[in-house]
């Protein structure tokens, strides 16, 4: 549900991933370590549904080829 959501959902945890928590960065680190490990965990989750492949090309594609290495 939350990848077809009004709000983008994918494009939600995507940002997560890539970029800095900056205020939560500064004061509780493992906190925001654990979130993007939790949101990459739904990434791949989401990637390896049998389901749904247009998902899987959809976050390849808002994931710079910088980001995937």
Do not use: C, F, W
Not at 6 to 29: C, F, H, M, R, W
Not at 49 to 66: F, H, K, Q, Y
């Amino acid at each position: 549900a939350i990848v077809n959501h009004e709000s983008n959902g994918i494009d939600i945890i995507i940002a997560i991933v890539l970029n800095d928590i900056t205020p939560l960065n500064q004061k509780n680190y493992d906190l925001v370590l654990e979130l993007k490990d939790n949101a990459s965990k739904l990434l791949l989750a989401v990637m390896e549904s049998r389901d749904d492949s247009t998902n899987a090309e959809r976050i390849l594609r808002n994931i710079t080829p910088v980001s995937q290495l």
